[in-house]
């Protein structure tokens, strides 16, 4: 036996040394590209009414403004993830953030209603691969116990940006024109999109995670080089067939009609129906976006502590998501409130429900085939923003047709009801996908 003697170090035992947390700081990452993202993409939702007087514009035609964006982007999807599997994420999202910042500066430029549409269309584009490298970088950084927390912590940054933003857009619509808006979010994206070149890197790539953080994460997650994937309609094809994909389809596409409508029409909602000044508009929109980035992160805890609870994938992630859905169909009642205050309570508590049905996308990560991830969350991300290209469409002629929102609200309401179906009749099993 070897003696130590003065002076010499003892070699650390094995298991003693302490687990780095880069991938916390990845999720940073994550979660400040998605606030940027949304903020890029709802920034027109702050403007519309500024929008619609200055262009000469009516709420059926705002109705097509408001989906254009959602015909690329939802048509993107399947590119957008070869592009992903390809390439890879940091160079994937470094074009996507660049891409979708510059077309949101342009909405700042437009002169009618053509090339505001070229703008919406072309920020479609730019921003598809968002969310399927979302989902595929908490699959490599994260293991499986920890990824509907991770998903929870990104995907708040959809809701606190605009809750914590609003009254500023609003202060800044005010004092300087809608068009300042879309120039500044523009301008901030770009910044980002530096960071993340220069901070994200790959689990085999990384340099401060250490190799019990890299076996922690391989040991229960999907760390570790991956071969570029060449694209094979087949594979599409074969995932369009499986009923855990057309489940979550549905259902992602139910609760995101709900978002779509908070993203678009809630600020022209608060204007016109329940005649509130602009600026009090903004503060009244906080609420129900800080009630659904609450719903989002307890969506996350509520489903890993299941799974801790149960073992049962189909428990942890059907039951939060279910619920919310349940909630958000009570959007509903808002018709029959007649004050403000039961309104905006009405709205959070729907939008709180909304929030947690953002865990869908943890079970992107947990059913994607293994090397397919990209294709998978595009596929997903298709059916979801389907919602993006019909919800502005129906309600902007509703709106149009009738002059109020009552049959707007039941038609978002209906929809969350839906989705509660979808998963819980479709979906069937929350499990690996395997293709042939």
Not at 163 to 174: G, N, Q, R, S, V
Request: proline residues 4%; charged residues 10%.
């Amino acid at each position: 036996m070897t003696t130590l003697q003065p002076g010499d170090i003892a070699a650390p035992q094995a298991g003693s040394v302490k687990r780095t947390r880069t991938r916390l700081g990845i999720l940073a990452l994550l979660a400040v590209g998605t606030m940027i993202n949304y903020l890029d993409r709802t920034v027109l939702g702050i403007a519309a009414p500024e929008v619609s007087r200055d262009l000469g514009i009516n709420a059926a035609t705002m109705g097509i403004v408001f989906s254009a964006f959602a015909w690329t982007y939802a048509v993107m999807q399947i590119p957008g993830g070869m592009f992903l599997d390809r390439f890879g994420n940091k160079i994937t999202y470094a074009l996507s953030l660049v891409f979708w910042s510059v077309f949101t500066l342009l909405h700042g430029m437009t002169l009618g209603l053509k090339t505001l549409l070229l703008c919406r269309l072309g920020l479609g584009i730019s921003e598809a691969p968002c969310f399927p490298v979302n989902s595929r970088v908490v699959g490599k950084w994260f293991p499986q116990h920890e990824r509907a927390r991770a998903t929870a912590v990104y995907t708040v940054g959809e809701y606190v940006g605009l809750a914590a933003f609003a009254p500023l857009l609003f202060w800044i619509m005010e004092s300087f024109g809608w068009r300042a808006l879309f120039i500044a979010t523009g301008v901030v994206g770009i910044l980002f999109a530096g960071v993340w070149w220069v901070r994200y890197h790959e689990p085999e790539n990384s340099r401060s995670a250490n190799q019990a953080e890299l076996e922690y994460i391989g040991g229960r997650g999907e760390a570790g080089p991956e071969p570029k994937m060449h694209f094979n309609w087949s594979n599409v094809g074969k995932l369009l067939k499986c009923r855990q994909m057309i489940g979550a389809g549905i259902g992602q596409f139910a609760g995101n009609t709900t978002l779509v409508f908070f993203l678009t029409w809630f600020p022209t909602y608060l204007a016109t129906e329940r005649q509130l000044p602009w600026l009090k508009v903004g503060f009244f929109a906080i609420m129900p976006f800080l009630s659904a980035a609450v719903g989002v992160l307890a969506g996350g805890f509520i489903s890993d502590k299941l799974l801790k609870a149960t073992g049962s994938a189909n428990v942890a992630r059907k039951l939060p998501i279910v619920t919310g859905l349940l909630l958000a169909s009570t959007i509903i009642l808002a018709n029959w409130m007649p004050t403000d205050a039961g309104v905006i309570a009405i709205m959070s508590l729907a939008f709180f429900g909304q929030g947690m049905v953002g865990l869908g996308w943890t079970l992107v990560s947990d059913m994607a085939p293994k090397n397919l991830a990209g294709l998978t969350g595009g596929l997903f991300n298709f059916c979801t923003n389907m919602a993006s290209v019909v919800t502005p469409l129906v309600i902007g002629f509703i709106v149009a047709g009738t002059g109020n929102f009552f049959y707007a609200l039941i038609y978002v309401g209906g929809a969350a009801l839906l989705g509660v179906v979808s998963y819980l009749f479709i979906l069937g099993d929350v499990k690996r996908i395997e293709l042939d």
